[in-house]
């Protein structure tokens, strides 16, 4: 499966942004899927991951309550919406995409995900 991420920019603090995965080449309702972020000389780490169904959803405690993840697999997407964005905030967030055909499961490892996106940058500024 290819991901193209999208929907990043530039966002001042306590702004929103809405980053989407569309997927092509396989069908997404088979994938678990999961947002990672790596910043600046930093580590990539975990976001927010959804079930192929979309039943099961986890989000990093650092932007909880400032994220919901969705998907619609009858578009092939998935969505993230961030709100009250932070400077700390500022990362390239790359979407990934793990199959479970015969699971319904999230992971928040990053290293169980096969297949990655390109990233989009997302930019706060203060």
């Known amino acids: 499966v290819q991901l193209q991420a999208s929907g990043g920019g530039l966002v001042q603090a306590g702004g929103s942004l809405r980053l989407s995965c569309t997927a092509s080449?396989?069908?997404?309702?088979?994938?678990?899927m999961g947002w990672f972020r790596q910043a600046p000389g930093k580590e990539r780490e975990f976001v927010a991951t959804?079930?192929?169904?979309?039943?099961?959803?986890a989000y990093t405690d650092s932007m909880r309550g400032r994220l919901t993840i969705s998907r619609d697999n009858a578009k092939n997407t998935v969505t993230l919406q961030m709100n009250s964005l932070k400077p700390e905030d500022t990362a390239v967030y790359y979407c990934?995409?793990?199959?479970?055909?015969?699971?319904?499961?999230?992971?928040?490892?990053?290293?169980?995900?096969?297949?990655w996106g390109q990233g989009t940058l997302v930019t706060v500024s203060s």
């Open positions: 990934a995409a793990d199959q479970k055909i015969d699971s319904d499961l999230v992971s928040r490892d990053g290293s169980v995900y096969d297949f």
């Open positions: 959804i079930s192929r169904t979309g039943i099961y959803k």
């Open positions: 080449g396989r069908a997404l309702s088979n994938y678990m």
